[in-house]
């Protein structure tokens, strides 16, 4: 490091332009829009609703992490922090679901359904 | 585009603005992690009786005001702009800007805080609050229509609480902020509420389709 003293006044910080925010922010809109639009699709799909409403959550939730949490611009570090927490949550459900949703595989008394 | 820069302080710990920074994102991403774990199970116990009980699920879904839930969402997906917009005019050191979003962020939390009251107002009312005093048609779905609402209520509340919370954090910052205190001269204090405040919109964006919108 050097201690030239004046390098404490300049971090390499990015500064979203107001722009990209309100780009996001319509972004989410839209997304939003399509989410009620999705759920009164006519006929009866359930899997395929769901599937749907779940995709569209995710991505908004991916714009909002990358670019109002700025983990788009983020150090890597931030990028291993980030991701660890909803890889740790995948982990979760997976093995959640994966327990609740073969229990019919092996009918035992005691261990039935939720 | 070369922008104005809120002058930073280096704290003595840190070899620089740069460590010193990623230091306090990368501890409030730890905070976080715990935050998505959190409601993670929550969702996961969800998850797993919406699955065992969809249709009555969907029958009890239908009690709740989707124009309502439709209306929070816009309103917490909005204070998320104006979130991002103080801590964009915090970075450039523009504190009377700053000032002015943070305001707003906090009236919009303090929108859907209120809507989320005259919804759980209604609930009471149509005597859909779990416990001796819950109806439900038809009867034979009581306990699983129960079920859906002790669900709701326990994710709502815990979301709602998260809400109030923020909402408090942010009336700290502001008035630090409006006194010129010291340790608001840096925007990493904003940076890490909004932070916080963009989760806790996130929880939002899945609690929405998973409880007002369940498909038939």
């Known amino acids: ?114 | 585009m070369v922008q104005e820069q809120a002058q930073q302080t280096l704290s003595i710990q840190f070899d620089d603005l740069d460590q010193q920074n990623e230091s306090y994102i990368v501890g409030m991403w730890t905070f976080l992690v715990t935050e998505i774990m959190f409601f993670g199970a929550v969702f996961a116990a969800y998850l797993v009786y919406r699955v065992a009980n969809h249709d009555v699920f969907y029958l009890a879904h239908l009690k709740l005001d989707i124009p309502l839930g439709f209306f929070n969402t816009l309103v917490l997906l909005t204070s998320s702009l104006t979130m991002a917009l103080t801590v964009h005019f915090a970075q450039r050191g523009r504190s009377r800007q700053e000032l002015l979003f943070l305001f707003i962020t906090m009236g919009l939390a303090l929108t859907f805080l209120v809507v989320k009251g005259f919804e759980y107002h209604h609930k009471y009312v149509e005597g859909l609050i779990p416990g001796p005093a819950f109806r439900f048609e038809p009867v034979e779905h009581l306990r699983v229509a129960q079920l859906f609402f002790s669900l709701y209520f326990a994710m709502t509340g815990l979301h709602a609480l998260h809400v109030l919370i923020g909402v408090l954090v942010m009336a700290v910052l502001a008035v630090l902020i409006a006194i010129r205190h010291p340790s608001v001269q840096d925007f990493i204090p904003v940076e890490l509420v909004g932070l916080y405040w963009h989760f806790v919109d996130i929880v939002w964006i899945f609690l929405f389709p998973l409880l007002y919108l369940i498909p038939r």
């Open chain 1, 1 to 114: 490091m050097t201690d030239s003293g004046n390098d404490s006044h300049s971090a390499h910080i990015h500064i979203v332009p107001i722009r990209v925010y309100l780009m996001v922010y319509v972004a989410l809109l839209v997304l939003l829009v399509l989410t009620v639009g999705a759920a009164y699709l006519p006929g009866h799909h359930t899997m395929l609703n769901n599937i749907i409403a779940l995709t569209i959550a995710i991505v908004k939730a991916v714009l909002v992490v990358l670019y109002f949490m700025h983990v788009r611009y983020g150090t890597r570090l931030t990028w291993v922090w980030a991701s660890a927490g909803f890889f740790w949550l995948i982990i979760m459900f997976i093995l959640t679901l994966g327990d609740y949703f073969t229990r019919h595989w092996i009918p035992m008394f005691g261990w039935e359904q939720p």
